[in-house]
């Protein structure tokens, strides 16, 4: 099988600072991989050189285009990047408002992603906007508010499902459950969980929390200092972690 | 080959990075064999190895040396993803812990397996309608998530959820802890018809009784606790 995404040897640094170092590995479709770290570890470097909002400055990001099979999406043009982007990448922000447009209608968050694609019947774009709203629990009738009218759940709900319309076959989500009360986490997980089964998504998620990873993730990579320094299943990493830095991460977690 | 379940010369080291390094070693030259439709109890005092063991044999715990061949596949040294095709279709666990996503029902818990190896929505609802018909979860209770549930209640949406799937080869950690005559009964029924179909079985079991009856041999696990400490 051909891995839909496969990273080689990703290096960032900002001046003398390492972002991220020397970063590989492969994501095959239907995987959920998480990447955990503290603050600073290179995570979020790591994910936007991955998703092309950052040039990276040694390595490759090759994806199983629908079209031409493997391409390397760093080297790629621009516009073909930005159709990838578009088409069969999405990326879910940490804070709402940076993925969403705040001064239109929730329905026109996720119609004009749908029209950013080439759809142009406006009955059928709302119909696909009111289904997807539907299936992220945002009623019908909140359709034509617009987002600022929107709880912090709310809003990071209808970002997924702006994200989701297109048919993507990858996920990028940077801290997705961040900054939400628990409750509201735990539902967003749990929709996240059946969407990614149902659509058969790959999804990379960076996080700090190791519950979130653990019940999202099939996989996991640790960073610190960016660097990787562990990977393997999930649960493995979290029940029987090798590496000293991720045995105290493990370990310092708050027992609920 | 009759063996479903194959480990070989398997050793286990916990390294304690964060207290002065120390390193612990608590398995060595681990051997077990489990044929389909068999059933091999794990004995051993408290802190043997017998929990490690079986989370090493679900690649739950990383082996240090020593092969764990389950169908076919070396958990030992195997990739993650095919020891998540191994977990998907192969091999079941049921653990003493139940955990799963806050919200979801505990229908919708116990079916989940059946759905992750393609089995049409309708026939996967009404196998885990079945199973928690016959370990007596209240029908009232399906709808509401098992976070809330009992100790026992939890124990039984478990075993539910690990007997759903038809696995080639099934881990139990103290399956009938925790239950009533009955409800031990109906897990012990269970284990019998899984091991009728063809299943390999390895099972901690505290209830001696419970042991003699599923269980075909027993490995103690002293036997692979390193010497001299």
Redesign the interface.
Same mark, same amino acid.
């Given at each position: 099988m051909t891995p839909l995404l496969s990273v080689q040897g990703i290096t960032k640094t900002y001046g003398a600072h390492i972002g991220c170092a020397d970063v590989s590995f492969d994501l095959?479709p239907g995987?959920v991989m998480g990447i955990v770290g503290e603050s600073g570890s290179g995570k979020s470097t790591l994910l936007n050189c991955m998703a092309g909002h950052l040039v990276p400055d040694a390595g490759q990001v090759v994806f199983d285009t629908r079209s031409d099979g493997p391409r390397d999406t760093v080297t790629m043009s621009e516009p073909e990047r930005r159709m990838l982007a578009r088409t069969d990448w999405a990326f879910v922000h940490q804070h709402a408002r940076d993925g969403l447009r705040m001064n239109i209608s929730a329905g026109g968050n996720v119609g004009e992603r749908l029209m950013a694609v080439g759809a142009r019947h406006y009955g059928q774009i709302r119909e696909v906007a009111a289904d997807w709203l539907d299936r992220v629990e945002i009623h019908e009738d909140r359709m034509d508010d617009r987002p600022t009218a929107f709880s912090g759940g709310m809003q990071q709900r209808l970002q997924i499902a702006r994200n989701l319309v297109t048919g993507p076959r990858l996920v990028f989500m940077d801290e997705p459950t961040g900054g939400l009360d628990v409750s509201v986490q735990?539902?967003l =997980?749990?929709l996240l969980?059946g969407l990614v089964?149902k659509m058969g998504l790959s999804a990379i998620i960076v996080t700090h929390d190791l519950a979130v990873v653990? =019940?999202l993730a !099939?996989?996991l990579m640790v960073m610190k200092d960016g660097h990787v320094i562990e990977t393997? =299943?999930t !649960?493995?990493v979290l !029940? !029987?972690p #090798?590496?000293?830095y991720t #045995? =105290?991460l493990v370990?310092s977690v708050l027992q609920v | 080959m009759n063996a479903m379940i194959e480990i070989a010369g398997v050793a286990k080291t916990?390294?304690?990075?964060?207290q002065g390094?120390a390193v612990i070693r608590v398995m060595e030259g681990a051997n077990l064999t489990v044929n389909r439709g068999e059933c091999v109890a794990l004995v051993g005092a408290s802190g043997a190895g017998k929990s490690t063991l079986m $989370?090493m044999i679900y690649?739950?715990?990383?082996t240090a040396s020593g092969s764990i061949v389950v169908g076919g596949v070396n958990v030992a040294r195997a990739e993650? $993803?095919d020891?998540?095709a191994l977990r998907r279709d192969t091999l079941g666990y049921v653990s003493q812990f139940l955990?799963v996503?806050? $919200?979801?029902a505990t229908l919708d818990v116990v079916a989940e397996p059946l759905?992750?190896v393609g089995v049409d929505p309708e026939i996967a609802k009404s196998k885990a309608q079945a199973l928690l018909q016959r370990l007596r979860i209240p029908q009232r209770l399906w709808g509401l998530s098992p976070t809330t549930f009992s100790g026992g209640e939890q124990q039984r949406v478990n075993i539910a959820r690990g007997f759903a799937h038809g696995y080639p080869a099934l881990l139990l950690d103290e399956p009938t802890a925790s239950l009533d005559a009955e409800n031990r009964e109906t897990v012990l029924t269970l284990i019998e018809e899984a091991k009728a179909r063809g299943a390999a079985i390895i099972g901690i079991f505290h209830d001696e009784a419970a042991r003699d009856r599923v269980c075909d041999h027993a490995i103690d696990v002293t036997a692979f606790v390193p010497e001299a400490q």
């Open positions: 095959y995987e735990a539902r =997980l749990d969980r089964r653990r =019940l !099939d996989r393997g =299943l !649960d493995q !029940d !029987d #090798q590496h000293a #045995q =105290l370990s | 916990f390294t304690l990075h964060n390094s $989370r690649g739950n715990y990383l993650p $993803r020891i998540l955990r996503v806050p $919200r979801v759905l992750s």
